[in-house]
Each structure stands twice: as C-alpha cells, then as structure tokens.
C-alpha cells in the first residue's frame, strides 16, 4: 500500500502551535503548581491525542504514513536530552532512580537512532533493525515515565525540575510526541507486513 502525499504544512503548523503552547505554559509557572497525578495525565493526554488523531485522521494518517522511516527515527535523536539528566543529577536537581537510568536509555536509543540514520542504507527495507530499536525505544520511555511518576507520588519535589523549563516541554510536548512516533512505527510495521 503506498500512502497517498499529503502537505506537511497543516501538521508543522500545529506543531508549532502545540510547541509554542507548551513554552507558554511552563514560562507561565502554572505547571509547577500541578502535583501528581495531573503531570501524568496531560502526558498520556497528549500522547493518546496524537495516536487517536492518526487512528482517526485519514490525512493525518496518510502523512504519517507518508514520512520515511529515516524520519521518524530521526526525531528520536532529540533524547540525547538524557545527557541533561545526568547533568542535573550531578547537581543534585534530579534523583539518582529517575537521572541515571532514564538518562543513559535515552542517550543509548538516541545512539542508536543516529547509527540508523547515518549508517543503515535502505533503512524502510530494514523493518527487523527498525522493529528492534523501536522496541527498545518505546520500553526505555516507559520506563523513564513510571520511574518519574513513582519518584513524584513519593515526593513531588523531588521531579520538579520536570515541571520548570527547559524540561516541562518534556511532559508537555517532547515525551508524548515520542511515545506517538514508537505506536505510530509499530503501526506502519505491522501494516506493512500485512
């Protein structure tokens, strides 16, 4: 089934918009009055808006569709962001549980997106390399969500660098964009095989 074209415009543009938003948000410091589990809800919110929009979008999923897997695997590259986590745990911002773990998954699944797309010729022939990395990818950030979730009902204050900028576009905009792109690859995988 080859996926009809369809124009990136109206879906750069909203997310734009969705990213211009989640700034404003964590700017305003409405987001750190939020205590558990609201975080945890605008998060899988979000997520299931955007696997719920392509379920139900035909355009929206035609431009899904229409993306190469070179795509959506290089938007994972944006999870070198664990580098920061390891950053502020050294500070002594983050707990060890949620900084460590959830750091080092990241960089390694961003290695590995950077391995695919600069070296894995003909990376949409490759569904097996692609299934495996987005496996991964897809347990490593839900790990990294239920660690942070757990570490927040213990302690709130502990995750709060979560809810401040830079990182409030992590639950706002960045974390359920990649949990979208890992259903949304499992998806295409599947369709394709069949």
Do not use: C, K
Not at 36 to 48: E, H, S, T
Not at 65 to 75: D, M, N, P
Not at 132 to 143: R, T
């Amino acid at each position: 089934m080859t996926p009809a074209r369809v124009s990136s415009r109206p879906y750069l543009l909203t997310l734009i918009v969705w990213l211009v938003a989640a700034l404003a948000l964590g700017a305003s410091g409405r987001l750190q009055e939020l205590r558990p589990p609201v975080p945890q809800l605008v998060l899988v919110g979000l997520a299931a808006a955007v696997i719920l929009g392509a379920v139900v979008g035909g355009n929206f999923r035609s431009w899904l569709f229409g993306l190469g897997y070179r795509q959506l695997v290089a938007f994972h590259l944006l999870r070198f962001v664990g580098a920061y986590f390891l950053v502020l745990y050294a500070r002594g911002e983050l707990p060890f549980a949620f900084a460590v773990p959830g750091g080092w998954g990241d960089i390694a699944v961003a290695v590995w997106a950077l391995v695919l797309v600069l070296l894995v010729p003909r990376l949409e022939a490759r569904t097996g390399v692609v299934a495996a990395w987005n496996a991964a990818g897809l347990l490593d950030i839900l790990f990294t969500v239920a660690t942070a979730s757990r570490l927040a009902y213990a302690n709130p204050d502990s995750m709060s660098p979560l809810l401040r900028l830079p990182l409030s576009l992590l639950p706002t905009f960045l974390v359920p964009l990649i949990i979208a792109t890992h259903v949304i690859v499992f998806w295409r995988l599947w369709v394709e095989r069949f």
